[in-house]
């Protein structure tokens, strides 16, 4: 991995090649890769190839990231999704990794370009980075320029009549997004793409050429020292093109009954879009206008509203972020500050490894740990297991789904436990504990989602698949399952855990 060197090391190396400058320099632009992986729909990338000769480069900061460095799973993801938009670069894209605001200005004089380009990112500690290398490119005499590539409106764009962010989702989406108008149509791939052939140099003890392509990437150390991602591996497939695919199936095949079928967790009917969206391999602007082209084709009206709608909920967890930089940590709501929350190891441990006695629960944490992913429903079915009847920290859920999620986004993580907790701006009442059992008759009545994560279950009936707790002792004997032995006993009571929640909070109230 490459380490940073403190500027005054750096200093020589510089000034003895800002004399040689190339020939190209001047119309070159360096383009900073960040959450838009793609060249396609891709501002940052299209205003700087229609200047002259791109420089493309990838820095994982993990500096900066500090406390919301990526995951295990995200940063496998990434792997996959750097080598794809390497080769679409032809193995051009520069990968470097350690404190940007160090790294770039020192690059972008290195190699004499005119320009960095970016497509802007809404994380607290990125606007924090962002405005401050701005600052220092701009003193170097470089032009900065950044764009929106992954929201379908701005933050700042969508506000109340009295300039205020909304703190609501239904008005958000209706009122403001309407407000703010259509998204714009998303742009092609540049028409033509000239990168500019690094000198042979070195930068900061490494020869440029050597942090180019799959030796760039293969430094940063991504993928897991122990082989946990074979599953993961079966099930994805990162970059631009598999997101065009997955999409496209999507449209096909899912959204023809997204509003009804996206509840139930062994139906094809959601998109598997998130991580493409988070890591920008796609641009929700594509989605969007590619959804309502397919939509009107075949006279989905209904569908595509809830869809859209729920591409709507990733904007407002982007609004909710950036007007509240302090979401992954506080409660909005302040009285939360004092929720008495149990400590419980044990309990925390069989909710993450899927070992709760409540199959739906049991299944969904499995789904996440083998795939990296878990249905939106059944994320709701084990936030609120986990917050309510487990009465543990949401910290500890937004943890563990931040190291495990393909898709763990900042903005959207942060909000949506918020949101299960009951703390958040648009909170789902403290009072709504979802029912595992109930959720799970209502939506995997025949436990097809179950079966193929809990497969120990599998010879249950499905009248006692949901609940096997409350199986007749001569049911568990026929499917050869001995409680405790081969499935666990429940870690806690449903009735009583949701009465004690459902207490603490009044305690809260008072
Ligand atoms: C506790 C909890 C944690 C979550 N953490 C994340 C996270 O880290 N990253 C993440 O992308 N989503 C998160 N979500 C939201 C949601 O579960 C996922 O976006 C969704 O399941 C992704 O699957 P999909 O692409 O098939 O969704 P689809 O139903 O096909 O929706 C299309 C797109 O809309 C967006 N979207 C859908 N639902 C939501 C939502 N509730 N909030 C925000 N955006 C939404 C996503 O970008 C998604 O890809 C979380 C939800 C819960 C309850």
């Not at 430094?219 to 065009?244: C, F, K, N, V, Y």
């Not at 602007?285 to 959804?291: F, L, N, Y």
Request: hydrophobic share 40%; charged share 20%; net charge negative.
């Amino acid at each position: 991995m490459l380490h940073v060197e403190k500027p005054s090391e750096l200093h020589t190396k510089r000034s003895l090649l800002i004399n040689s400058p190339n020939s190209e320099s001047s119309a070159t632009s360096l383009v900073w890769f960040r959450q838009d992986l793609r060249l396609s729909d891709n501002p940052a990338l299209q205003a700087a190839c229609q200047q002259g000769h791109i420089i493309p480069v990838y820095i994982l900061d993990d500096v900066h990231a500090a406390d919301w460095r990526m995951g295990g799973a995200s940063r496998w993801w990434l792997h996959h999704s750097l080598q794809t938009l390497s080769d679409s670069l032809n193995h051009k894209l520069l990968v470097l990794s350690g404190d940007a605001l160090e790294i770039l200005p020192v690059l972008a004089r290195q190699l004499g370009v005119a320009q960095v380009v970016w497509n802007r990112c809404y994380e607290p500690w990125r606007i924090k980075r962002d405005s401050q290398l701005k600052t220092a490119l701009q003193d170097q005499g470089i032009t900065v320029r950044s764009f929106n590539a992954s929201l379908l409106w701005e933050p700042w764009q969508v506000l109340k009549e009295d300039n205020t962010p909304y703190k609501v989702f239904t008005p958000f989406y209706r009122k403001g997004c309407k407000r703010a108008g259509e998204p714009p149509q998303p742009s092609g791939k540049p028409a033509s793409m000239n990168c500019r052939t690094l000198p042979d140099e070195e930068f900061l003890g490494h020869r440029l050429a050597d942090l180019q392509g799959p030796d760039g990437i293969a430094a940063l150390s991504l993928l897991p020292s122990i082989p946990w991602d074979s599953t993961m591996r079966e099930t994805w497939q990162p970059g631009e093109d598999a997101a065009q695919t997955r999409l496209s199936e999507f449209l096909e095949t899912g959204l023809d009954d997204y509003k009804e079928g996206r509840n139930f967790p062994a139906r094809p009917n959601v998109s598997r879009l998130s991580p493409y969206l988070h890591f920008g391999e796609i641009s929700p602007r594509q989605v969007w206008h590619q959804a309502c082209a397919s939509a009107l084709a075949q006279n989905q009206d209904k569908q595509l509203d809830t869809f859209l709608s729920e591409l709507g909920w990733r904007e407002f967890s982007y609004s909710l972020l950036y007007h509240n930089p302090d979401l992954p940590e506080q409660p909005i709501q302040q009285k939360f500050a004092n929720f008495p929350w149990q400590q419980d190891k044990e309990a925390l441990r069989a909710w993450q490894r899927g070992q709760t006695g409540y199959p739906l629960v049991d299944a969904g944490m499995r789904e996440l740990w083998q795939t990296g992913y878990m249905h939106n429903r059944v994320r709701m079915v084990v936030g609120s297991f986990l917050v309510k009847n487990l009465r543990q920290h949401w910290h500890h859920g937004e943890a563990w789904f931040w190291d495990c999620l393909v898709d763990a986004d900042l903005a959207s993580n942060s909000t949506s436990w918020q949101w299960i907790a009951g703390c958040g701006a648009d909170a789902a009442p403290y009072f709504r504990v979802f029912n595992p059992v109930t959720q799970s008759e209502k939506f995997d009545r025949q436990a097809e989602y179950i079966r193929r994560f809990v497969p120990e279950l599998a010879t249950l009936p499905d009248k006692y698949i949901h609940a096997p707790f409350a199986a007749p002792a001569n049911v568990l004997q026929q499917a050869g399952i001995v409680l405790g032995r081969d499935y666990p006993e429940p870690v806690v009571d449903l009735k009583t855990s949701r009465e004690d929640a459902l207490a603490a909070f009044k305690s809260l109230s008072a």
